[in-house]
């Protein structure tokens, strides 16, 4: 742990602090305004009228059923792609179809925001395949969960309204806006930058060399700065290399990395000023950005400090032991560069990597799958995240009014037994198909044979995939062969249910809370602002989250842990 390890650390969240509020007002300003940006109004409404758009507002069921089948037709889409990606243009090497269970697993993973890849991109997929179909992916899941907050946050906080017209948006505006006024203009410029950086977009075909060593080595080429812009700063996660991040044509110098992990934490930072907006509070939105932000503190700094150390099995061998635990690590982004990119790639939904999370620390790689196990509330993925946040809320404030002896407010409205039956929902799902999957698959011989490591690594490694399918975050403990019948399909089933059930579930209670009526506030209304509403609400997170998975923490991470201190690895 170095000083500019934590300079770095600080820039990056003081950066966020200083773009969440100007952010926010472009975001509130695209979504909640009739007219988001006057000059491109003719341009919006021509699109609008080409796509048969009208704006009408739908309830929480019509939002929901134009989502889901957006969303159900994009697998399609994606599927048939890969299957026939032989006789599609843009395939210089002549890649064949991809095999169904991992054609199916992908386009599951790049519909839900997953972004998981039992493949690797530069070998499997051709540059059409990646480009028509997982790069629209990214820019049509990030638009999916943008529109999934905007209804309910509408939901939450607007007025009572008729109980024949409690509308909370239209689905087809949110996410046609969410294109072309956020990640179209935004991953343009961004692109730019990173190849700016050198970063590779190119159509060329793979280019043969002799190294200094004398030996031929195949160079991958690609439209690789395109797909990057957009796996960020939609928080999608999908690499176009196999190593993610970690590959120089992906991620080349220390500033890009820099730019990178701030576009993973930007639009999810920026929402919750856009949340206070429409709640016409912004003490809320703040309330819920600094809860994000200690968390996210305390979680790169546990990663930082245990990285630190030296790998007790090595600390025999004449080497330099000062830089920490380096295994797995690129030495251009150090232990301070990759310690806060996995933390911030787990803390939301994008999942990218710049290292080898298998070859961390076992409380370092602890710290990643708790980081996912808090239903990715930590900034979380665009939209999604505050989305799930927002049910904490709900649950925060259930217990605050059983403290005080009366019945919960939140934003003046009351909240009663149908939202809290949802928001419990929400948060047990994941419990339910995260433990069900590993404990089918640890007992299994058919998902036994797909780990490298046994003992409790190689439970992680289960774990810990199963984790980032239901948490749609989508990196993975590389150590597991997940490209097998077995885990192409019930990893394909867990970010499907994983991804729309919880929305089902969230929009269910903007539809319940919309027509209800605005509660003048009394003494006896808790508030939801400030420190101690802060400190409910990490703690609710923390005990319904983290501890709920101890016991199967304590028998992977935990025990790998103290059986290293005794010299012994898995």
Sequence with gaps: MTFLGWLEISLLFLSVLILTKPLGLYLYSIYERPEPIKFLSAFENKVFYICGIKGEGQDWKKYTFALVLLNILGILIVFLIQRIQYYLPLNPRDLPAVPWDLALNTAVSFVTHTNWQAYAGETTLSYFSQMAGLTWQNFAAAATAMGAFFALARGITQHGQDEKNIVIGNFWVDFMRSILFVFLPGCFIFALVLVSQGTIQNFSSPQDLITLEGTQQTLAMGPAASQVASKLLGTNGGGF??????????????????????????????????????????????????????????????????????????????????????????????????????????????????????????????????????????????????????????????????????????????????????????????????????????????????????????????????????????????????????????????????????????????????????????????????GLFIGLLIGVILIVGALTFFPILALGPFTEHLFLLQGKAF
């Design 241 to 530: 290399f196999n190593v993610n991040s970690a590959h120089p044509f992906e991620n080349p110098t220390p500033f890009s990395n820099f730019l990178q992990m701030l576009a993973l934490i930007l639009i999810p930072a920026a929402l919750t000023y856009t949340y206070g907006k429409i709640a016409k509070n912004q003490k809320d939105g703040w309330t819920l950005l600094f809860a994000m932000v200690i968390l996210s503190v305390l979680g790169v700094a546990c990663i930082y400090y245990f990285e630190s150390f030296t790998n007790p099995l090595l600390s025999q061998l004449p080497l330099v032991h000062d830089m920490g635990n380096m295994e797995g690590k690129e030495v251009r982004f150090g232990l301070a560069g990759s310690s806060l990119y996995a933390n911030l790639a787990t803390d939301t939904s994008g999942g990218p990597c710049n290292s080898m999370y298998d070859s961390f620390m076992p409380l370092g790689g602890m710290i990643l799958l708790i980081n996912m196990l808090l239903s990715e509330v930590v900034f979380g993925g665009v939209g999604v995240g505050l989305f799930g946040m927002l049910m904490f809320v709900i649950i925060s404030v259930f217990i605050a009014g059983l403290m005080v002896g009366r019945t919960p407010e939140y934003l003046g409205k009351k909240i009663e037994g149908k939202e809290v039956r949802f928001a419990i929902l929400y948060v047990a799902l994941y419990p339910l198909i995260i433990l069900l999957g590993t404990a089918w698959s640890v007992f299994a011989p058919y998902g036994l044979s797909s780990i490298l490591n046994h003992g409790p690594h190689g439970m992680s490694e289960i774990l810990y995939a199963y984790t980032s399918a239901a948490e749609n975050n989508g990196s993975a403990f590389a150590g597991l062969n997940a490209n097998t019948p077995w885990y192409n399909l019930t990893l394909a089933l867990t970010m499907f249910i994983g991804r729309f059930l919880s929305i089902i579930l969230g929009l269910a209670i903007a539809g319940s809370m919309v027509n209800k009526k605005i509660l003048a506030v009394s003494a006896g209304t808790f508030p939801t602002q400030g």
